[in-house]
């Protein structure tokens, strides 16, 4: 089975800190994607990632950035976070386009 | 760009009751679709996908039919049972990799 593993399942975090969200999995994935999820809102994608220090913008970049040095590995980093960036975010890989998203079990980040 | 339209929730159904959720999109090309579910607690797992026009996903008793004409992948399922209360998502990949989903439909199954 496909594991995506998140470093954190909850964080706490003050307002202009810097964040990082870690994500590894262990099935070769070329495709790597962060969203946060929030209620009515679904699932909103911030960055993606086709393959190592390749990446996209997804819907929702502004305030966010990303770093894949690594295949296995997609981090999200909040270079200052803010209270509006309090969500669920979730890590997910596949390997192409018609193949399913495997998800993490998720962070939930409260920025106070 | 992509985009996912689904019908609002929660939807409250009765034990056996028939379920339809709605799905629309729009996007360029030829996208695949797909649906995932949420249980309370738990992450987001696949539920069925159709990658071509009048491909009919499938799994647990749950169905839904690529319908490039109407732009739809309506999720079905004759007789839903208490277990099935859950967070269903619809979501499509069209051009290159991005997968954009659907806002969510709750739903609740009572007995």
């Known amino acids: 089975d496909v594991k995506v593993t998140q470093s954190s399942r909850y964080l706490v975090k003050r307002t202009g800190e810097k964040v990082f969200l870690e994500c590894v999995q262990d099935m070769d994935h070329e495709n790597m994607f962060w969203y946060r999820q929030d209620p009515g809102l679904g699932l909103r994608l ?23 040095e690594k295949k296995e590995r997609f981090s999200l980093i909040l270079e200052s976070a803010s209270t509006n960036q309090t969500s ?4 997910a890989s596949r390997q192409g386009r018609n193949s ?8 939930r980040l409260t920025v106070t | 760009g992509d985009s996912v339209t689904q019908m609002e929730g929660p939807v409250t159904l009765s034990e056996e009751a028939c379920l339809t959720i709605n799905c629309t999109y729009t996007a ?13 607690g738990e992450g987001l797992q696949l ?3 159709a990658t071509k026009a009048d491909d009919k996903g499938s799994n647990k008793g749950f169905e839904a039919t690529y319908r490039k004409e109407t ?10 049972q208490v277990s099935d209360s859950a967070v269903y998502f619809c979501a499509l990949t069209g051009g290159g990799n991005k997968l954009t989903f659907g806002t969510g439909t709750q739903l609740k199954v009572e007995l």
């Open chain 2, 28 to 40: 360029t090309g030829y996208p695949s679709l797909f649906w995932y579910v949420q249980y309370p």
């Open chain 1, 88 to 91: 669920m975010y979730l890590c």
């Open chain 2, 47 to 49: 539920l069925l996908k």
């Open chain 2, 71 to 80: 732009t739809s992948f309506h999720l079905e399922k004759g007789s839903v």
């Open chain 1, 46 to 68: 911030i960055y993606f990632s086709y393959d190592v220090k390749m990446k996209e913008k997804g819907d929702i970049p502004e305030g966010y950035s990303v770093s894949r």
């Open chain 1, 100 to 107: 399913p998203l495997h998800f993490g079990n998720g962070t």
